[in-house]
């Protein structure tokens, strides 16, 4: 089964499937925002981000409002070739 | 064997089907709009249809019920508009306010504000356009100005919420046009697009996305 192999394992988690998701429909996204929308814990968002951008999936950046530390994620163009490689698979599977 | 194998694979759809269902739950949520009811819509209708039936039926109507002159009759249609208005918007942003509540979900989120934005452009110019209308007296104008604007400011800002919304901004534009060909019966096409639009778009989308 060849299609199989097209399945990203970095995509495996919903929670993962849903970064994705969120910032490839968006420019980019903030840490509070994401967390709200994934409805999830700081330290399990942060680990699955960080997956992410370990594959260079997404990029962060940093900057401060006000006193504040704010970090946004955008995806890369890596990722979003991916991604797209990825639904592909799912769409090609379900049919 | 073979049966086992069915299964698995039914297993493995019924898996990737709900990532799918996930992938795009997550990409309208975080990108869209989604707090409006359809029933504050069909309210916003309402509340238009009792403004246009009281300026026909107190100021329009021939013999008129009042003695006011043709200023003091343009500010009491001025006034009454903005009234309308004021309601319309109010109840939309309440019931918006109880729907994103309900869901959890912040109602000044980013998405919100590029929606609201997108709105206003060619509203505030429509609201600007219609008031320099009246003060050169083209008051005949106004329904028409009024209406294509607000359609075009919705078409504007429908890439951010409902597909329904898009068409509801197309049917407010035709209806705006007709006004403008047919000018003698402005309030009538006023009605129809502010307020029978919003009913049947209300009813529409409420029991699309609501019930």
């Known amino acids: ?95 | 064997m073979h049966l086992k194998v069915l299964l698995i694979m039914n297993i493995v759809m019924k898996k990737q089907l709900e990532d799918i269902k996930a992938i795009r739950e997550m990409m309208e949520k975080s990108s869209k709009f989604q707090a409006i009811n359809g029933l504050s819509l069909i309210i916003a209708g309402l509340i238009a249809v009792a403004g246009a039936v009281f300026a026909y039926f107190y100021l329009l109507r021939n013999p008129s019920l009042t003695h006011f002159n043709r200023t003091q009759e343009t500010l009491i249609l001025l006034a009454c508009a903005l009234l309308v208005l004021g309601l319309a918007v109010g109840t939309i942003t309440l019931f918006s306010w109880l729907k994103a509540k309900k869901n959890k979900q912040n109602l000044f989120s980013k998405v919100t504000l590029r929606a609201a934005y997108n709105l206003m452009i060619p509203l505030v110019v429509g609201g600007i356009f219609s008031l320099v209308l009246i003060y050169h007296g083209l008051i005949g104008y106004v329904a028409s100005t009024t209406l294509i604007f607000y359609g075009l400011a919705l078409i504007n800002a429908s890439k951010f919420t409902f597909g329904e919304i898009h068409v509801l901004g197309i049917c407010e534009i035709i209806i705006g046009l007709l006004a403008a060909i047919y000018l003698y019966h402005g309030l009538y096409w006023w009605t129809v697009g502010f307020g029978v639009c919003h009913i049947i778009f209300g009813v529409i989308m409420y029991f699309k996305y609501d019930v």
């Open chain 1, 1 to 95: 089964m060849s299609i199989i192999t097209n399945l990203n394992k970095l995509f495996d988690s919903r929670i993962r499937l849903g970064i994705m998701s969120i910032l490839s429909v968006n420019d980019s996204v903030d840490f509070s925002t994401m967390k709200e929308l994934l409805e999830l814990t700081d330290g399990n968002l942060a680990s699955h981000l960080k997956a992410l951008e370990s594959a260079n999936y997404i990029q962060t950046t940093k900057q401060f409002i006000g006193r504040k530390p704010n970090t946004k994620y955008q995806i890369s163009a890596l990722g979003k070739r991916d991604f797209k490689e990825h639904l592909d698979a799912l769409e090609k599977l379900i049919r």
